[in-house]
């Protein structure tokens, strides 16, 4: 694709990259993404703003011809789908130099080995002219890794955010044209990758607040042009308290388990609490990160399989405690044929989890009527720990 006008001598250039499905060999990607770059034409000087994923640097590459210099290049973070493809750019425009944080600039000497006298440095709050246009370099450490920073343009209200506030969506449009499917899609990407750093985001949201921004110009997806919304959305994600909601993740072997979701389901939503259930055979987990963003409770449904856990219920155990949702309660359950160490094996895979566990309930072979009531005040529990709570 083309460059592309944003305003007057400010343009998208990047790569819509329609056919990828997997991130970090790990984040579903539903919705293909796009690596967006940024061109900025001052009157003194030019400015390059990020890169694209060097598998598509040659799209990148070909929306360069025709500019004749670049004075700066910068890297607001150093993974490369968005730095990776610097040094090509360095070898046709030698004498640029990369604009980064110090922490940016060993990573990216590590990660891509760009020479150190490459480099510029630059505070949190400082300026740099183009000429008539002017950068102003905000730190936002974890968004999404710890060496990130975003750029405020002055003259025309733009924030340049890099992963903050992006969303994986390939298309051609250039701005939001339907808020709920980028709404969605901008939630997925927090569940993935910034979840875990909420009181670090909460901060650089604070930071933001200070700037009159008309528009922000991520590095994934389409760009706001009335982008309050999507701040708003984040402070709820953040700041906002876990919701009225129990997240079930769970696998069943022969139905056992099954069986005791089914009752849990059905005693919660009767006391009024929504649940979302994930059958970890069939998932996208990327929806049950989404789904961890709002939960109160987390429950954990789980056969014996070799004596433990079955391994796909340890594996989204896993994740949730890399993820550091904010529910403040979980509990397990699920069946064994003979024997085995579930519950103790799941109990110790959640040390980052800040939560209260309510009593498992583990069942041998098919539930009893007994397994039925423990189930029916569990969910009394859940029940009224959301109404103690003031979740909604
Ligand atoms: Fe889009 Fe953290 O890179």
Not at 48 to 65: C, G, I, K, R, Y
Not at 250 to 261: A, D, N, P
Request: net charge negative; glycine share 8%; hydrophobic share 45%.
């Amino acid at each position: 694709m083309q460059k592309r006008k944003i305003k007057e001598n400010v343009y998208w250039l990047g790569a819509v990259d329609w056919d990828r499905r997997l991130f970090d060999s790990l984040i579903p990607l539903p919705d293909g993404t796009s690596y967006n770059a940024y061109l900025i034409q001052g009157s003194e000087k030019t400015v390059l703003l990020d890169t694209v994923d060097p598998p598509l640097a040659e799209e990148l590459m070909a929306q360069l011809d025709g500019v004749e210099k670049i004075d700066l290049i910068v890297s607001h973070h150093a993974e490369q789908d968005h730095s990776g493809t610097i040094p090509r750019v360095l070898e046709r425009f030698p004498e640029a130099k990369v604009v980064v944080t110090p922490r940016a600039k060993g990573m990216l000497i590590d990660l891509l080995r760009i020479p150190e006298g490459a480099f510029i440095t630059v505070e949190d709050g400082q300026t740099m002219s183009l000429g008539d246009k002017t950068l102003k370099f905000i730190h936002t450490p974890w968004v999404h890794w710890p060496e990130t920073m975003t750029t405020y343009l002055e003259e025309d209200r733009i924030l340049f955010s890099c992963d903050f506030f992006g969303s994986h969506i390939a298309t051609t449009d250039l701005f939001v044209t339907d808020q709920g499917r980028v709404y969605e899609a901008a939630k997925r990407y927090f569940a993935e990758i910034m979840m875990p750093f909420r009181a670090v985001i909460a901060k650089n949201i604070e930071k933001l607040a200070g700037y009159d921004i008309q528009m922000i110009a991520p590095s994934h997806g389409q760009l706001y042009d009335r982008p309050a919304w999507i701040m708003d959305a984040y402070r709820d994600w953040v700041l906002g308290a876990p919701h009225n909601l129990v997240v079930l993740p769970f696998v069943s072997m022969h139905g056992s388990t099954r069986l005791m979701v089914d009752h849990l389901t059905s005693g919660l939503v009767r006391r009024g609490v929504r649940v979302e259930l994930f059958n970890l055979a069939v998932v996208d987990i990327g929806k049950l990160a989404m789904a961890l963003v709002d939960a109160g409770t987390v429950v954990v449904g789980a056969p014996t399989v070799l004596a433990g856990p079955h391994p796909l219920t340890a594996y989204a155990t896993l994740l949730a405690n890399a993820l550091r949702p904010k529910a403040k309660y979980l509990s397990i359950i699920g069946s064994y044929g003979w024997g085995g160490k579930t519950v103790e094996t799941l109990a110790g895979m959640i040390p980052n989890l800040k939560v209260e566990v309510l009593t498992p309930i583990l069942c041998k072979g098919l539930p009893s009527e007994a397994d039925y009531n423990a189930l029916d005040n569990l969910a009394e529990a859940i029940a009224e720990k959301h109404r103690e709570s003031g979740f909604h």
